[in-house]
């Protein structure tokens, strides 16, 4: 084995080794960027600094795609496979670089120069096809991370030269009430932020109104999650409040991964103060000191402004001790991952800030009562977050004034796939999925609409006789179609769903944590059944196994990506019952059974 | 504490307020299968093949960790819950030697499941591993039911000298860097191959004499490999 000079490790170390474990991720990164790989004595070396064991960093390591344990390329390239990038030729690009560079996915040169990887979205569906690059320099031993958006045929010297371009985001829809300062290609100073009346809002909150007063405006807007789950935000913050026991906890998930969704990172790149004024406001309702923001790995562009402006914001006195004279003190950190999509899921995030694998925990208990390291935690999305500002500052009436009693308020829809306007859209709820998707983004390209991915790779497929459905929680629940992330991804006529369906299927073998059986086993025994399906080489009795194996993830898995791994899939064989080698008259007689066709699928199952 | 009252298959019984289902149902003799729970190791609801239906529950409940609560429904049998139990049992015979598992057979044999039914999928085919006089290791037979590394870890020795390897369908019990287990903080206690289901983890003289060896070969392999690690 190399010797490796582990002084600068042991000087980089130094500020996080007293943290304890909850350092293990950044102290992987830190070391990562000084070595380009984590090699046995970098690692053993951080385990001793940080006092975890030698095992466990090594079962972090593994966990983590973005954190190498062999030797990888001086610059890694990481090429999306997902649909949106696949639309427009990913495939085509990732060979021609796996060419020149003479390897094959997931390999390294044999020069030592470039690792290229297939890897899963980006969240740049709206500027497709996306890599994401991370360059190491062994003479200076630092490495830097970049996006590369729209990336064109002939754009190959510029991915081996590292020279990324980011997303030049389309930003549109029929209102701004939170995207007015996105899509610029930059992100706003806290001067712009003001100008539009930021910061109103931690004012009003942390000098006029008590906790309580914040929760009960924010319960009366109707606010409810954007990451998913659409959880009422008051009540969230409402049970972190109560719940007895501190310190408290408040988190800003920005792990952003779901494919098909980008908002979160549009509202990143272009107005981070709004988002950390809405955290703000959120860490003062339930009494929390401390904020960590945790972004994805493969966001380099939103962790930097993130950062930029909680520094503007510190200068200016809305962090840190006694906060615009209120008496409340607040930190704030910022936590990147490094590559795990179910780091996204509230538990598996706060496994991952405390330095370990990103395993989802068994609830309950729930974050609010036992969230981040044991204690009450409040966790929000960033469209999420996003929101609460206009609200305090305008009340929730006003916030009401746009969509339906039961979806209130605005919504940002990420757009992408064949259409003539792939963006980040806002709107008021209650809008229906044609205005979105004929009059706001421009219309189907390349021929007839042939489906909707709704919700993201969890998600399910709308057709022409959905159009007409309105986006609301409860339209969409009535019509079969997930909210999700707010994912509206297009496929015209002349697109193979079942090409589709394998690179859903594969994003979920990919990413499912391994912990609980039926989703480790159900995500790669669906994915080799759709495998088959894509080449047209069904074995008997496979459709009977899809429907088990999907039925099974979705009753009996521990968390949220089992539970919805199978979704596109089983919508998928209610929509193209022939891609499956049913005739559709079969799949009728199902549906009208009631309850997703259980009742046939447990006949069947007496073989 | 007080007690709460439930129906389990329609039986009403009445347990105290935080008794999980497992534990309610057993005491009226209604079996659960389980394969990852242990008495002794935190439980952690991962093979769910205890799920059970709760009245009400958008999807089935894990009945080692889910305690009862005041009128709760609870179906032990429905058609959901075969169906998950039998599928979930297909794929791990499927991906695993189930062979020795003596424990898990009799659940392939209850819920009728089809070993061949996913035989064209991959499996995890781990090679043995015979690098300590004391135990091997054979991943093969490793249903990731996470007792070892719990004992190893916080549920009893506070060793950590395994955790996993990879993610997903790859996940594996991993060394740091894979290094044999001599160069591990283990400390050859036995308490992980005493909490292994499945055979994965086997005493070396059971092994050797399963394999064919002779006592005096068993002696032999044991000794020179004591002597080796004293040495080292
Ligand atoms: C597999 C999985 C991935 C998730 N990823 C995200 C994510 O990237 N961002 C997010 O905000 N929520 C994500 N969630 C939802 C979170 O668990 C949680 O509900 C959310 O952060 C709560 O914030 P909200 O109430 O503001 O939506 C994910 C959930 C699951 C099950
Ligand atoms: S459902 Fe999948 S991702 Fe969630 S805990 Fe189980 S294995 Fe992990
Ligand atoms: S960035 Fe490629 S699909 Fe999202
Ligand atoms: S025994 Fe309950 S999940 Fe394994």
């Not at chain 1, 990143?268 to 009494?287: K, L, N, Q, S, T």
């Not at chain 1, 930190?331 to 991952?337: A, L, P, S, W």
């Not at chain 1, 068994?362 to 036992?370: C, I």
């Not at chain 1, 919805?564 to 891609?579: G, H």
Request: overall charge neutral; charged content about 25%; some cysteine.
């Amino acid at each position: 084995m190399p010797d490796f000079d582990l002084t600068p490790l042991r000087a980089a170390l130094a500020d996080l080794a007293p943290q304890g474990r909850t350092a293990l991720l950044p102290a992987l990164h830190a070391a990562q960027s000084l070595y380009g790989y984590l090699p046995e004595p970098v690692a053993a070396e951080v385990g001793r600094a940080l006092g975890v064991p030698l095992a466990d960093i090594h079962g972090v390591i593994d966990f983590y795609s973005m954190f190498y344990r062999e030797p990888a390329g001086n610059t890694i390239l990481r090429v999306c496979a997902d649909p949106a990038c696949a639309l427009r030729g990913a495939d085509s690009i990732l060979n021609a670089m796996c060419r020149r560079a003479k390897v094959m996915p997931g390999d390294t040169s044999f020069d030592g120069r470039y690792t290229i990887e297939r890897t899963t979205c980006l969240g740049l569906c709206n500027a497709a096809p996306a890599v994401n690059i991370t360059q190491y320099d062994p003479a200076t031993q630092t490495s830097g991370d970049i996006s590369f958006a729209r990336v064109a045929p002939d754009a190959l010297d510029d991915l081996f030269a590292a020279r990324g371009r980011g997303a030049d985001d389309f930003v549109g829809g029929d209102l701004n009430l939170i995207t007015v300062l996105c899509g610029r290609g930059r992100a706003a100073t806290l001067e712009e932020y003001e100008t539009v009346g930021g910061m109103q809002a931690a004012k009003r909150a942390l000098r006029k109104m008590t906790p309580q007063q914040v929760i009960d405006e924010v319960k009366q807007s109707g606010l409810v999650g954007m990451g998913g789950a659409a959880f009422p935000t008051g009540v969230k913050w409402e049970g972190a409040a109560k719940a007895p026991g501190g310190p408290k906890y408040f988190v800003v998930n920005a792990d952003e991964s779901e494919p098909g969704t980008f908002k979160d990172r549009v509202l990143m790149e272009g107005d981070p103060c709004r988002i950390i004024e809405g955290a703000i406001v959120g860490a003062y309702a339930i009494g929390a000191s401390k904020i960590y923001f945790y972004i994805r790995g493969e966001y380099p562009t939103a962790t930097e402004r993130v950062q930029s402006a909680i520094d503007e914001l510190r200068a200016a006195g809305y962090l840190g001790k006694n906060i615009l004279g209120s008496g409340f003190d607040l930190d704030i950190e910022v936590r990147r991952g490094a590559g795990a999509y179910i780091c996204g899921e509230e538990t598996a995030l706060f496994e991952s800030i405390e330095g370990k694998r990103g395993l989802p925990r068994v609830k309950p208990p729930f974050p609010v009562t036992h969230g981040l390291f044991g204690k009450p935690t409040a966790i929000n999305n960033v469209e999420t977050l996003s929101k609460v500002p206009y609200i305090i500052t305008h009340g929730a009436a006003a916030f009401r004034r746009y969509g339906t009693e039961k979806s209130a308020g605005p919504k940002l829809f990420c757009v992408s796939g064949d259409v003539a306007r792939p963006g980040v859209y806002e709107v008021p709820f209650g809008i229906t999925i044609r205005h979105l998707l004929d009059d706001l983004a421009g219309g189907v390209e390349g021929g007839k609409l042939q489906t909707i991915l709704f919700g993201g790779a969890a998600g399910a497929f709308a057709t022409e006789k959905d159009l007409d459905v309105r986006l609301t929680f409860e339209d969409l629940r009535a019509a079969g179609l997930p909210l999700g992330s707010g994912v509206v991804m297009v496929f015209n006529e002349t697109r193979d769903m079942r090409d589709m369906l394998l690179r859903l299927t594969k994003f979920f073998a990919h990413e499912s944590c391994g912990k609980c059986y039926p989703c480790q086993l159900g995500t790669q025994r669906q994915m080799e059944i759709i495998e088959r399906v894509r080449e047209g080489k069904m074995l008997p009795g496979d459709s009977e196994r899809l429907t088990d194996v999907g039925w099974t993830m979705t009753d009996a898995s521990l968390c949220g990506l089992g539970q919805t791994a199978a979704s596109a899939v089983l919508s998928a064989m209610k929509v193209w019952p022939e891609l499956f080698g049913k005739k559709k008259s079969e799949v009728r007689s199902r549906k009208s059974e009631g309850k997703g066709g259980k009742k046939v699928v447990a006949k069947k199952q007496k073989r | 504490m007080a007690d709460v009252t439930l129906t389990i298959d329609g039986k009403a019984v009445s347990v105290p307020a935080g008794t999980t289902i497992l534990k309610a149902a057993q005491g009226i003799g209604e079996h659960v299968p389980t394969i990852c729970f242990h008495e002794h190791c935190t439980a952690n609801a991962l093979c769910r093949v205890c799920v059970v239906e709760v009245e009400g529950a958008r999807v089935l409940s894990p009945a080692c960790v889910a305690q009862v609560s005041e009128g709760m429904k609870v179906q032990t049998r429905s058609e959901r819950v075969q169906r998950s139990r039998r599928t979930i049992l297909e794929m791990l015979d499927s991906a695993v030697d189930l062979s020795e598992a003596e424990s898990i057979q009799p659940m392939l044999k209850e819920y009728a499941a089809d070993g061949e039914r996913f035989a064209d999928g991959a499996r995890r085919d781990h090679p043995l591993l015979d690098d300590n006089p004391m135990y091997i290791r054979d991943y093969a037979k490793c249903v990731l039911c996470w007792r070892c590394v719990q004992v190893c870890a916080d549920d009893a020795q506070y060793t950590y000298a395994i955790n996993f390897g990879k993610r997903g369908f790859e996940t594996s019990i991993a060394t740091f860097f894979d290094k044999p287990m001599p160069a591990t903080t283990c400390v050859f206690c036995g308490q992980c191959v005493g909490v292994c289901p499945t055979g994965a983890l086997k005493p070396k003289r059971e092994w050797l004499l399963q394999e064919g060896a002779t006592p005096d070969e068993i002696m032999q392999a044991t000794r020179a490999e004591r002597r080796r690690k004293r040495k080292a």
